[in-house]
């Protein structure tokens, strides 16, 4: 369970204003003034409440001069709440830092292709976050299945066997559509476009594609705590949310003249967004994930497909909700979900980058030691070090031709080649071919 405790008195009440008259004359609450940050972090009151206040002051009036601190260099975004406020953000120093690195990194003009030597070893990554995503983002939205169970089926071209595989597969349809819209606008018909792809044999047709509807009991929704059943959000009423959705792509698409903000906020905010307004009976939460990097892709953050936020927000899903709740309780601040999906960009960054010292490494050792890929194309080296490091792992024409994204006769004359070359042992399963690696792979590999 989640929970969040709202700070106390939002600004403006009579209460506040007589606390901060009487602390205004410290020292302490002016320096705690100074800055928005709370020992370096952006802390909300939850949070603060911990921490010892400085000397002479309680911690509501700590915390009052921490919000002083914070509003003035508070924006405003065209998102209202359900009472017409709008959230707002701000920009601290380490943020401002985060962001320059965030942009560095996924904006950089250094081709994929150089940084992991080919082209090819690209190509095949990009499948294998795509693949990452998919499963990740359809996890956190309750499904159940593991991780290896659907990299197969997506791998094989395996038709799903239920919802949760169903999900999944309509997860990965759904990121290889957003890599199709290179400058596209968003509008209201491409988000219902991706909505009835990500929900696709698991919501009834009816549903798919549409905004919920006023009057109608089962559009009326809220989130609730699975553990509680206590009511953590309740969305815009269904008969406001024509006028939002124009509202949001409006935003997005950087229409609206509300001064600038830089992408990566942008593509957080929009996130955010549809994820506050809710505007589907169900696949919201996916849909907002799409929308991130319809934005990152569409604000030049090539390398952003290469990268899988939900991966990384699976391994702290309470962190996820904390940052909603957090912006939806302390006065529509959207800092601490900025905040939040920054970091969880930077440590997905972080895996990339992981990956493609480890590729450099992995080809280094192949081109000393592996003299029997020499000969190899990209594709068959790259099954063949799968399977040295995979032993048991069942290769297909399907499965190789879903890995590599090349034509099915390619991938056939891929893993025949491996077996005359003694690389592949092939047995007859029913009607398909399925190619194991012997035993002493390693050593015919060695030997050339």
Known sequence: MVTVRQPPDPLGTDERFRRIVEAFDSDEFRRAMASPLIAGKYLHW??????????????????????????????????????GKPFTFILPDTVEELLHKLTLALGSNMRLEERLATKESKDKYLISSLVEEAITSSQLEGAATTRKVAEQMLRSGRKPRDAHEQMIVNNYLAMRRINELDGVDLSAELVFELHRILTEKTLPDEDRGRL???????????????????????????????????????????????GFVHPIVRAIALHFWLAYDHPFVDGNGRTARALFYWAMKRGGYWLCEYVSISSIIRKAPAKYLRAYLETETDEND????????????????????????????????????LKGVATLNHRQRDLILHAVRHPGQEYTFASHHNSHGVTYQTARSDLLHLEERGLLRRVVRGREFIFLAPPDLESRLAHG
């Open 212 to 258: 919920r509807l006023t009057g109608k009991a089962s559009d009326d929704i809220a989130v609730y705590d699975n553990t509680t059943n206590e009511v953590l959000h309740k969305p815009p009423a269904a008969e406001e949310l024509p006028q939002r959705m124009t509202a949001m792509c409006a935003f997005a698409n950087g229409e609206l003249k509300s």
């Open 334 to 369: 959207l800092t601490y979900f900025v905040i939040f999906h920054l970091q969880v960009l930077d440590r997905a960054v972080t895996a990339l980058e992981s990956y493609i010292q480890e590729r450099r490494d992995e080809i280094q050792r192949v081109h000393l030691k």
């Open 46 to 83: 939850d949070k603060l409440r911990f921490y010892k206040p400085p000397e002479g002051l309680s911690h509501e009036q700590w915390w009052d001069a921490v919000k002083l601190a914070r509003l003035g260099g508070r924006r405003a975004l065209p998102l209202l709440d359900v009472n």
